[in-house]
């Protein structure tokens, strides 16, 4: 069974850091790909970041890029995201993403509030 489990979310002013965690467990976490993504109130869900298995590839939307930084922790099969800058657009529920194989599966989400 695979399980995604997010924390790290929270409150926080513009200007701001956060880091979010996620923990990966029934599947063979190199041969995943790990992303984060977010859903505004009323918004679609977009792509924030996405690290591939080895973490050699990182990609972020461009509304992130200089601020966000996703890593990967083979040993403790976690992906992180370490947001700066947070502005109150960042508002959204965050979501741990994993792509293995033909599926994706998905945590259940934290809330991150960035307060102007």
């Known amino acids: 069974q695979v399980q995604l489990v997010e924390s790290g979310g929270g409150l926080v002013q513009a200007g701001g850091s956060l880091r979010l965690s996620c923990a990966a467990s029934?599947?063979?976490?190199?041969?995943?790909?790990m992303g984060w993504y977010r859903q505004a109130p009323g918004a679609q869900r977009e792509l924030v970041a996405t690290?591939?298995?080895?973490?050699?590839?990182?990609k972020y939307a461009d509304s992130v890029k200089g601020r966000f930084t996703i890593s990967r922790d083979s040993a403790k099969n976690t992906v992180s995201l370490q947001m700066g800058s947070l502005k109150p657009e960042d508002t959204a529920i965050y979501y741990c993403?994993?792509?293995?194989?033909?599926?994706?599966?998905w945590g259940q989400g934290t809330q991150v509030t960035v307060s102007s």
């Open positions: 029934g599947i063979i976490f190199r041969l995943a790909i």
């Open positions: 993403n994993a792509a293995y194989g033909s599926r994706d599966f």
């Open positions: 690290i591939s298995g080895g973490g050699g590839v990182v």
